[in-house]
């Protein structure tokens, strides 16, 4: 490979990780959002009984069926979830939406 290609695989590879893979919202909404995904996550590690079977099923390890679970759900979902589980919570993203 020559030293311009392995150059420019390098800024990809950079740039990648700088605004893709690990950018993080501060904004009231992001954490909001950050604040569903661990309530929702601790909410099931506490009550496995209320993940669907076929989670459990498929995977060996509790934390990742509640991971696969989660990760499964749309936004809307996961906000209804929430809500359900500590009213309010969302308040930030319905606010952000208006």
């Known amino acids: 490979m020559s030293e311009e290609i ?11 990780f700088e605004q893709v893979y690990l950018p993080q919202d501060s904004s009231d909404a992001g954490n909001a959002a950050k604040s569903i995904i661990k309530l929702l996550f601790h909410f099931f590690q506490n009550n496995p009984n209320q993940i669907p079977e076929n ?44």
Not at 57 to 79: F, K, L, Q, R
């Open 55 to 98: 989670y459990l099923s498929i995977s060996e390890n509790p934390i990742n069926a509640i991971s696969d679970y989660i990760s499964g759900m749309t936004d809307h979902y996961a906000i209804r979830t929430a809500e359900k589980i500590e009213p309010g919570i969302s308040k930030p993203l319905i606010l952000q939406a208006v």
């Open 6 to 16: 392995s150059q420019s695989f390098y800024k990809l590879r950079e740039f990648m």
